[in-house]
């Protein structure tokens, strides 16, 4: 695995003072700063600049790689996407006297919403288990999170890549698609970025984004979204696996989810944990347990938790600020505060936290950079993984999410040793206010150069009847 982010960032402690907002609540519940790209850099520069340094890092043949996927929801062009991050890297390899990637090779794109990556991984395990042996691929996760400036959402934004190699034989994880898990649900309006919002008059809809990637969201309804669908995906692959969910949390090394702050994760957690809690032997006693100092009706409670109700039909029925399960709130809250699931989530949930407070939500990478971040973490700690299993769910709204079982290889140090995932985090140029607001509002930061990198030379503007470029980027490697 690889890890490219910009180097422009924004600390959170900064931006609230800007705007007002707590920092301690911020700070809890968000994380510490976020990362912003620079002028030059597009969705597909910072795709390349992650294969490049997988390629260079892991000494990978490039001949041998017969699948380039890219999992993104920042997509510029709607003709082609893995094929131009394949040629930037073809022309930067050729540059260096290297072979380019090979030309039998597929290059698909997967889009959905934050879980495009790991359909993106999903199809490369395929592939290379149809393959064989001699042949590889890789998958590359990059996206760039905005949000308007003065919304709820602005906090948690971020920008990078992760690139991946799959192979027959890997050298960090294994992966047994049979055992894994899948939901989705159809919910409309959680979080969608609709094309006809760049072309709507801003009277219509209450704000002029002009070709900014803002999305439009509905953060309580999204949250709701985010705990049912994951927790789906896991009964799913529980279910698959046919052992008792459990005893799993227990006895996995590693929990790890979509993040696109620091505290929805364990919002998910919650949920899960309490879902299982219903299935084990005395689980109802337990619930009526935890409901009793909160006041919760334990009927109802069980109630929401067996059958609970369509969301989107509730949205359109009740609003969208209505609580799909509000006696199993009561009960979530006081079970995230009780003993038991706090050491979970302290000891399921801590290898690589640390680095991803400094990352924001890097949308489809978010999952595979938090991923990274633990092997290096546990790699740097000497903690024990070989063999033993971590659990990782991806999310993408809309909704759908994705969880997986992982097992650590036995010789997995030798491969975490390359990943340097902190490493790519050197070099970060912080932002004033004025920069930063001149930035979102521009579309990335001037003035900063490019180092070892890809970068978008020039947009085309031709539009003569023999010769068309409008709107196509041209890209360069800065060695």
């Excluded at 996927?69 to 073809?90: P, Q």
């Excluded at 790890?256 to 032997?281: D, F, G, K």
């Excluded at 990943?419 to 004025?434: I, M, N, P, R, T």
Aim: glycine share 8%; hydrophobic share 40%.
């Amino acid at each position: 695995m690889a890890l490219y982010v910009p180097r422009p960032r924004v600390r959170l402690k900064d931006w609230c003072q800007w705007t007002g907002q707590p920092w301690p609540k911020v700070e809890k519940v968000v994380g510490d700063s976020f990362r912003v790209r620079a002028a030059y850099e597009s969705v597909y520069t910072m795709a390349a600049n992650a294969v490049l340094r997988l390629i260079e890092r892991y000494q990978i043949n490039p001949q041998s790689v017969g699948c380039v996927a890219l999992g993104t929801e920042s997509s510029t062009d709607n003709s082609a996407g893995a094929v131009i991050v394949k040629g930037m890297v073809d022309e930067a390899l050729e540059r260096m006297g290297r072979p380019a990637l090979a030309t039998e090779c597929e290059v698909p794109e997967f889009k959905h919403a934050c879980l495009g990556g790991m359909y993106a991984l999903k199809s490369a395990l395929r592939f290379v288990d149809a393959e064989g042996p001699e042949r590889v691929a890789i998958v590359v996760a990059a996206d760039i999170a905005e949000y308007e400036r003065g919304s709820s959402g602005e906090q948690t934004q971020g920008a990078g890549a992760v690139a991946m190699l799959v192979e027959t034989n890997p050298q960090l994880l294994e992966v047994d698609l049979r055992q894994t898990g899948s939901a989705a649900t159809y919910r409309a309006i959680d979080f969608r970025k609709p094309v006809a919002r760049h072309i709507m008059d801003a009277t219509v809809h209450g704000i002029d984004n002009g070709w900014h990637d803002f999305p439009v969201f509905n953060g309580r309804y999204s949250t709701n979204c985010y705990m049912r669908t994951v927790s789906d995906a896991f009964d799913a692959m529980a279910a698959r696996r046919g052992e008792s969910a459990d005893s799993y949390l227990e006895d996995v090394a590693a929990i790890l989810m979509h993040r696109p702050y620091e505290y929805m994760p364990v919002q998910a957690l919650s949920m899960i944990a309490l879902r299982r809690v219903l299935r084990t032997e005395g689980g109802p006693q337990r619930l009526r347990d935890l409901a009793h100092p909160v006041a919760a009706d334990l009927d109802k409670v069980m109630a929401e938790m067996t059958d609970p109700p369509d969301l989107f039909e509730l949205v359109r029925k009740d609003g969208i600020d209505a609580d799909p399960h509000p006696e199993t709130s009561k009960v979530l809250r006081q079970f995230r505060n009780s003993p038991g699931f706090k050491k979970l989530v302290e000891d399921k949930m801590f290898l690589g936290s640390g680095l991803m407070r400094h990352l924001g939500n890097l949308y489809a990478a978010a999952l595979p950079a938090w991923l990274g971040a633990a092997l290096e973490e546990a790699n740097v700690r000497q903690v024990r993984l070989a063999e033993r299993q971590l659990l990782a769910i991806g999310y993408g709204s809309g909704d759908a999410a994705e969880a997986w079982p992982l097992r650590v290889v036995k010789n997995w140090r030798e491969a975490a040793a390359k990943l340097k995932f902190e490493e790519a985090l050197a070099g970060a140029v912080d932002l004033d206010q004025s920069a930063y607001e001149a930035a979102h509002d521009g579309g990335g930061v001037p003035d900063i150069e490019p180092q070892g990198e890809f970068v978008v030379e020039r947009i085309g503007d031709r539009t003569e009847p023999s010769f068309q470029d409008v709107g196509i980027e041209y890209y360069r490697y800065v060695a």
